[in-house]
């Protein structure tokens, strides 16, 4: 169900919370519900649980999950859209300040974000 590579160069636990995140908003996980246990995703993606462990944590520390002792981790359902859409937007940002610190145009962002606006729908 998930997907990771090894050879993206964004850290394995980054597109961990990307891919809940994104299953989130698809969907597939609604409020409450209970995310794999740590060592069956560490197994089934072939990674560290201690990267699954950090994906969790960071997902906790921006609001949308939580842990229970003994039980797992669950979906959180109150504010946790603002959350998501706060993360999403922090990561624009700092896209955005890549992008100008490395002479990209601002007429080029704009048509770029365009594109990806216009474009397929099923990205």
Known sequence: MFSVSVSNREPIYTQLEKNIIRYINLGVYEKNSMLPSVRALACELGINPNTVS????????????????????????DSMLTNIHKMAADEIKNVLKDAKNSGVEKTEVISIINEVWDGDRND
Do not use: D
């Open 54 to 77: 950090k994906a969790y944590k960071n997902l906790e520390a921006n609001g949308v999950v939580y842990t229970v002792a003994g039980k797992g981790v669950f979906v959180k359902g």
